[in-house]
């Protein structure tokens, strides 16, 4: 997806990718879809194209403030995915 904006009157070009993500905890109601920019990998990273991502237990936790471990909002829910290829820089 792009997305298209204007800045100084010059229009750019903004590559997206849809997220599931929490601001806030609470029930599923608070899982909203969004558009992210897509993240420019580091030098000893990869980018990955991901076909189909999967919410489990653990987000479940997550989501609704259980985890035992300290997690900054926002979040983006789908730790589990498939994906085949990776991208060029």
């Given at each position: 997806m792009f997305e298209q904006g204007s800045a100084d009157g010059v229009s750019t070009e903004v590559r997206t990718m849809k997220a599931m993500r929490v601001h806030e905890f609470g029930?599923?109601?608070?899982?909203?879809?969004?558009?992210?920019?897509?993240?420019?990998?580091?030098a000893d990273e990869v980018l990955v194209k991901v076909h189909a991502a999967g919410v489990g237990p653990w987000d479940g936790w997550i989501r609704s403030g259980k985890s035992v471990l300290p997690q900054p909002l926002p979040l983006t829910l789908g730790s589990g995915c498939?994906?085949?290829d990776s991208l060029p820089r």
């Open positions: 029930g599923p109601d608070a899982i909203r879809e969004e558009d992210l920019p897509i993240p420019t990998p580091g498939l994906w085949r």
